[in-house]
């Protein structure tokens, strides 16, 4: 639908959709065709151009391999299990764009909003991706990975040494107390904390990506920690706005006569004669229905009496007629 389409959108983006909310072989094959090459023809010149994939069923298709092959595109197919430590976009990429549309859309929900409209979504989008795909993020993908410039040992490496990580102890991580058994933690101990955390992880042997995200999480505790102290400070000042809000207008109302330059005492003053003479009608009209209900359970008394009159005077003239 259009209305999911916001217009700050760039006109050179594609979108596309499935009924089942899963990527297709049909969808490779688009891709290929109207993206990818589009995107990379005139600069490559009419040379080859190289494109990585993952070796996803979309990507080895007999469409998308025979349109590469009649288009000049080198598919290149990494490893399994590889993509965290060979592909750019892992590497630099996709985690800058996860934490800015995670800033992004924190803020929503630390609202409480239960739904997100997908136009909603794509203007978070266009924000975090401003933030998360830029270029110096692609080059540093590209020389993460050891691709450009290429680096052979340091792929080696790094897979050299996630190959057998040896057990963690449980002893070897001096994890406060403190912080297990609180729900949130103070600033002080969960940093402290973090801090013994990524020192034990960083002199392991543990994977990479096991060391890099464990120093990601610990930083985003810390992130949350303090993004929801803020939120808890402007939501109670938000409340108390809107509670001294709502006694200013619940408040009496006094039109001030012939009164141009009054001063507070006085304005106080003449609000607490207003409201004392309020209170007194209120009383005085209660005093009054009270006794409008009175002088109508009596009548209806009477009433009650002359009818039961009536009724014995016709029983006696029914007998005399008999």
Sequence with gaps: MSSWIPKEVDKDWHFSCNSKGWTSNVHGGQYVEKCFDVATRDKANGQYRLLLCDGHDSHISAQFVRYCLDHKIVLFLLPPHSSHILQPLDVGVFGPLKTAMAIQLS???????????????????????????TALNIQGGWRGASLFPLNRHRVLRTISDSATPPPLQEDSM???????????????????????????????????PV???????????????????????????LKEFLNKRTERQSGKRVILKGKFVITTEQIYKDLADAERKTKLSKK???????????????????????????????????????
């Design 284 to 322: 005085k009209r209660k005093r009054s229905r009270a006794v409008s209900e009175e002088e109508e359970l009596e009548l209806l008394e009477v009433f009650d009496v002359v009818e039961d009159k009536e009724r014995e005077i016709q029983d006696c003239i029914a007998v005399q007629q008999s």
């Design 211 to 237: 060391r890099n995200h464990g120093r990601r999480l610990s930083g985003i505790a810390e992130y949350f920690q303090a993004d929801n102290a803020v939120l808890r400070k402007e939501n109670g000042e």
């Design 107 to 133: 803020k929503l929900f630390a609202s409480e909003i239960s739904k997100l409209p997908k136009v909603e979504w794509v203007e978070k989008y266009i924000l975090a991706r401003a933030k998360g795909i």
């Design 174 to 208: 001096p994890i406060t107390p403190y912080l297990i058994s609180s729900s949130p933690p103070d600033a002080i101990t969960l940093r402290t904390t973090n801090e013994a955390f990524n020192k034990v992880i960083r002199n392991s042997m543990l994977p990479s």
